[in-house]
């Protein structure tokens, strides 16, 4: 018996442990199941204090109709005491005083009652108040649990990461090579494409470009009776020089 006792302890003190750790882990589903907690216990109250309110209803019931009757029988008293029927007049005077103590005992345990249900409605209000307080203050120290949480598992994901630039000294100087020769690459196409260009040819090219436009326009001006501009008039080629010495002039 003491064997199995102890492997019962064992058992126990392991399920508490695996109940614990998920009650750790799961803050949300606690405050959960204390929200239903709550509610069962408050409907359990509401329910004694609908019973409550229940027989202060019953016993202002009763309090009205042997009020009604009370007077009933005052009536029939005096009635009775007129038309000289004393013995019935007795009875129903015996019967009012019965009523009356009745009447008493009733008003008191309304008063009681009314009393009682007043008493637990502002305890109800009190405990439910109170338990919406603490339900906000500890989502306000979950939220923040979470995000101190939050915090540390950020800086532990840091410092697990740490690096420095030098670090990553390899990765640079490959960069370093690759945008070095894309440089060299481009910079030998542009040299390549600029000297196969004819600066010269260019210009001759322009010229002539410019003597054809400025001959067909005075062509144009000329067909149209009209002076061809200073500017658009081509000018005549100097002579060419005689190569040799220079002549003597004559009549010297």
Do not use: W
């Not at 005052?74 to 129903?92: C, I, K, Q, T």
């Not at 995000?147 to 740490?162: C, H, R, S, T, Y």
Request: glycine fraction near 6%; aromatic fraction near 4%; charge should be neutral.
């Amino acid at each position: 018996m003491a064997f199995f006792a102890r492997i019962g302890r064992l058992f126990k003190g392991f399920l508490g442990l695996f109940v614990s750790g998920i009650e750790e882990r799961n803050p949300e589903a606690l405050m959960e199941a204390a929200r239903q907690e709550f509610r069962d216990r408050m409907a359990q109250y509401n329910s004694a204090l609908a019973r409550l309110a229940g027989i202060a209803e019953r016993l202002k019931m009763q309090i009205k109709n042997k009020s009604t009757k009370a007077q009933d029988l005052e009536r029939r008293v005096l009635a009775n005491h007129r038309s000289g029927n004393m013995e019935l007049a007795g009875s129903l005077a015996r019967e009012l005083q019965e009523l009356k103590a009745d009447l008493t005992i009733d008003t008191h345990e309304l008063t009681d009652t009314e009393e009682a249900y007043q008493v637990n409605l502002r305890q109800a209000k009190v405990v439910q108040k109170e338990f919406e307080d603490k339900v906000r203050r500890l989502e306000s120290t979950l939220s923040q649990v979470k995000v101190k949480e939050a915090q540390a598992e950020a800086a532990a994901a840091l410092g697990n990461v740490a690096f420095k630039v030098g670090d990553l000294g390899d990765t640079m100087k490959t960069v370093e090579e690759v945008l070095a020769k894309r440089y060299e690459m481009a910079g030998g196409k542009a040299r390549v494409a600029r000297d196969l260009v004819d600066v010269n040819s260019l210009q001759e090219k322009e010229g002539e470009r410019k003597a054809l436009e400025a001959g067909a326009l005075a062509e144009f001006l000329a067909a149209q009776g009209m002076a061809p501009p200073a500017s658009a008039t081509p000018q005549a080629a100097p002579p060419p020089k005689e190569m040799g010495p220079a002549q003597p002039q004559s009549g010297s």
